[in-house]
């Protein structure tokens, strides 16, 4: 795997190859614990993005392999990418896709619970804020100006490759799945070294 200091894209069917090779990289699955729980590739570490966020540092320390970077479709993977280069990490490659294209060819995976993906949580609550919002704007009229909101948050979301609406949900109970916590985290990554 080639290194550099951006993170390349690397193939499902290439990481799938690797993760048997002597020297298999570090599997980061950067989406909420309960996504995660409800499916992932086997032996990867869940780091939630905004945890890694929060103790970049600390998990960077044991990180001296090259590192491959997962979420649902990339693109939390690539705001972790980002946060991970900040503190010097050359090894870094994301899974292209994510694991919408892992699971598509068929590659092994862990299952549990299964719980709604996290962007499709925002969905849900998006449209529903916009569709009750304009409904009640007839008797209420100045209620369409939540719905521009909420269209206005969707439009820096995407400017911006954040979404607060998303970090919000991240944070309810049935997103948090079991503890996920930077000790925990920090102890996995050093027990394997």
Known sequence: MPTSNTAAMI???ELDAMLTSSAPPRVLDVRTPGEFETVHIGGSYNVPLELLREHRDDIA??????????????QRAAQAEETLRGVGLPNLHILDGGMTAWESRGLAVNRGRE??????QVRLVAG???????L???AAPRLKWVAAGIGGGLTFAAVS????MGMMLAKLP??????????TIVAQLSSRR
């Open 161 to 164: 490759n954040t979404c607060a």
């Open 61 to 74: 320390r044991h990180l001296d392999e090259d590192v491959v970077l997962v979420c649902r479709s990339g």
């Open 11 to 13: 193939d499902p069917s």
């Open 115 to 120: 719980r709604w993906e996290l962007e499709r």
């Open 136 to 138: 009640a704007s007839v």
């Open 128 to 134: 529903s804020i916009v569709l009750s919002s304009v």
């Open 174 to 183: 049935y997103n948090r799945g079991a503890s996920c916590d930077a000790e």
